[in-house]
T-cell receptor
């Protein structure tokens, strides 16, 4: 089992829809969780961090964490073509940061 | 502006050459990292440093070397021992340790000719 798993996609949603990106992780003791956005040919940029169970909202983005299920998700409301990118999930596992392979999202106008 | 800079943006290496990638940060962060990213794959940790004059190997350190003589700088050398160095190299930093939020530089794309 990979330490951090994401569906590679591509995930395609129409403009204005909600995009839902999922991530599972292997370590029940993990405490820190991060979502990064990476445009093609560019470096990852931080979208959100989440540390407690439940939802955390920032603008059109909502991160959801369920430690019992070892699951973290990112919802993007009112998706825009500019949201088309690869989204990386990162989880703190045993004092290391582990990254998923990313989910490629395409928002169609 | 505070941030992380990497140079060069593009780098071409001939077989048997060593090349050095630069990474500088002015965020006053203690920890710095080097990752390698291959197409369609996640980030793999090469080396990291949590304090000046100290660094640790990551998952794929073979064929790479680093130094941390200054807090602001963490250069990566890709040696001729690295058999498949063509990749996108990302430098990151965090305020303190490996569990803290990491911020990335713009990356260096290395191609072996």
């Amino acid at each position: 089992q990979k330490e951090v798993e994401q569906n590679s996609g591509p995930l395609s949603v129409p403009e204005g829809a909600i995009a839902s990106l999922n991530c599972t992780y292997s370590d029940r003791g993990s405490q820190s969780f991060f979502w990064y956005r990476q445009y093609s040919g560019k470096s990852p940029e931080l979208i959100m961090s989440i540390y407690s169970n439940g939802d955390k909202e920032d603008g059109r983005f909502t991160a959801q964490l369920n430690k019992a299920s070892q699951y973290v998700s990112l919802l993007i409301r009112d998706s825009q073509p500019s949201d088309s990118a690869t989204y990386l999930c990162a989880v703190n596992i045993a004092n290391d940061m582990r990254f998923g392979a990313g989910t490629r999202l395409t928002v169609k106008p | 502006d505070g941030g992380i800079t990497q140079s060069p943006k593009y780098l071409f290496r001939k077989e048997g050459q060593n090349v050095t990638l630069s990474c500088e940060q002015n965020l006053n962060h203690d920890a710095m990292y080097w990752y390698r990213q291959d197409p369609g794959q996640g980030l793999r940790l090469i080396y990291y440093s949590q304090i000046v004059n100290d660094f640790q190997k990551g998952d794929i350190a073979e064929g790479y070397s680093v130094s941390r003589e200054k807090k602001e700088s963490f250069p990566l050398t890709v040696t001729s021992a690295q058999k498949n160095p063509t990749a996108f190299y990302l430098c990151a930093s965090s305020s303190y340790g490996t569990t803290d939020t990491q911020y990335f530089g713009p990356g260096t794309r290395l191609t072996v000719l």
